[in-house]
């Protein structure tokens, strides 16, 4: 596996973290807000049970009260009831008393019509309230969908969770793995560097032998030079090369004939020679 290939899978690996974490975060977001909705129902009914509570106990107070204004009218009519040792007198207050009677029967017809106007109105409204509740919260059916749905994301939650902790793993596997061959290669390179320095060292310790080779050479051919030339002017004295008279020639040829000695001289700097020279000494006889 090549460098390039362990770093695209690292950043297809980065990728699907990303995507795995944008998932995860519209997940929760989604389950905080259903979240929220359930706790807003639930103080809905919260409320509504409170009103209703409200209501019973209004209705009940209301009730206690007709049974009160029932025991006082009927104490009322009790403390207004004429004996029959009294019929004499009966024709004299007949007047008063069917005004009371009437006017506590009015009374008690007033209260009952405003008892029950009460309940209807507390009625109606009860039932407005739960008709507008009912609306705006969910039914019971789908208060329990609803939490199957959350319940539904938290699995699905929870296994992101774990798939993106394999992603992590294999983003540090892959890490490891990168640091691992980075190590290796440059060790490598390390190694090869060290062998090129080493021939480079080599070539140069080549090219100063070849350098000090070639000046020797270069000196030797010199000499080379020089002595073909002495030969060749030597060669033309043996032949005969010069005409004149024959004193000139016997002359020419004691004084050819006359031993030389050759004198090399050779100049070296550090074990380079530099210099080179021949020089003739003729011996007396």
Not at 34 to 62: A, F, K, P
Not at 131 to 160: C, N, W, Y
Not at 175 to 187: G, V
Not at 221 to 239: A, P, S
């Amino acid at each position: 596996m090549t460098n390039a290939q362990i770093i695209l899978l690292i950043d297809n690996a980065r990728m699907a973290v990303d995507d795995f974490n944008l998932k995860y975060e519209n997940e929760h977001s989604f389950k905080k807000d259903l979240e929220i909705e359930v706790e807003g129902l639930r103080r809905t009914l919260d409320n509504l049970t409170i009103v209703t509570t409200d209501l019973e106990q209004e209705v009940e107070g209301m009730r206690k009260e007709l049974i009160l204004m029932k025991k006082h009218h009927e104490q009322e009519m009790e403390k207004h009831h004429v004996p029959s040792d009294f019929n004499v007198n009966v024709k004299v207050d007949t007047g008063p008393r069917e005004d009371l009677i009437k006017v506590l029967e009015d009374m008690r017809q007033e209260y009952e019509l405003i008892i029950k106007k009460k309940h209807r109105d507390l009625d109606t409204w009860y039932k407005e309230q739960s008709a507008a509740m009912s609306q705006e919260a969910a039914s019971p059916a789908t208060v329990q969908s609803r939490q199957g749905d959350i319940h539904e994301l938290k699995r699905t939650f929870q296994a992101l969770e774990i798939d993106l902790q394999a992603q992590y793993s294999t983003k540090s596997a892959l890490e490891n793995m990168l640091s691992e061959t980075q190590s290796r290669y440059s060790c490598k390179l390390q190694d090869m560097q060290e062998i090129i320095s080493h021939y480079e060292e080599e070539l140069m310790q080549l090219r100063h032998e070849l350098e000090r080779q070639n000046n020797e050479y270069q000196v030797l051919l010199g000499i080379k030079t020089h002595l073909e030339k002495e030969i060749t002017t030597y060669r033309r004295l043996l032949e005969g090369e010069s005409e004149g008279t024959r004193e000139e020639s016997k002359s020419s040829m004691k004084v050819s004939a006359t031993p030389k000695i050759k004198a090399i001289t050779q100049e070296t700097i550090n074990g380079r020679l530099v210099l080179c020279q021949v020089n003739e000494i003729q011996k007396h006889a």
